[in-house]
């Protein structure tokens, strides 16, 4: 059974820092390029980074760049995402998503809040 599951969202002050995390299982972490989007009410899904399997690639989106990290631990089947100096426009359901070839999954989407 392929799962994707994401956690490490919550409330967090402008200024601020998350570490969101997705746990991937049922299928070979080590061969997806795995990436995370978030997406906010009304408004399309949106690439907020991405990361080709082995980590040695990366690429974000130009409102991210410099503040968020992605990184993944093949070994532990984990990617991470760090997001330092969070501003009230990143929040938004964070998902995280794997793709080899057709085959896409998605995991359940993690809340973020950057509120004062």
């Known amino acids: 059974q392929v799962q994707l599951v994401e956690s490490g969202g919550g409330s967090v002050q402008p200024g601020g820092s998350l570490r969101l995390s997705c746990a991937a299982s049922?299928?070979?972490?080590?061969?997806?390029?795995m990436s995370w989007y978030r997406q906010t009410p009304g408004k399309e899904r949106e690439l907020v980074a991405v990361?080709?399997?082995?980590?040695?690639?990366?690429k974000y989106a130009d409102s991210v760049k410099g503040r968020f990290t992605i990184s993944r631990d093949n070994a532990k089947k984990t990617m991470y995402l760090q997001m330092n100096s969070l501003k009230p426009e990143d929040t938004a359901v964070y998902y995280c998503?794997?793709?080899?070839?057709?085959?896409?999954?998605w995991g359940q989407g993690t809340q973020v809040t950057v509120s004062s």
């Open positions: 990361i080709s399997s082995a980590g040695s690639s990366t």
């Open positions: 049922g299928f070979i972490f080590s061969t997806y390029a």
């Open positions: 998503k794997g793709a080899w070839a057709q085959t896409v999954y």
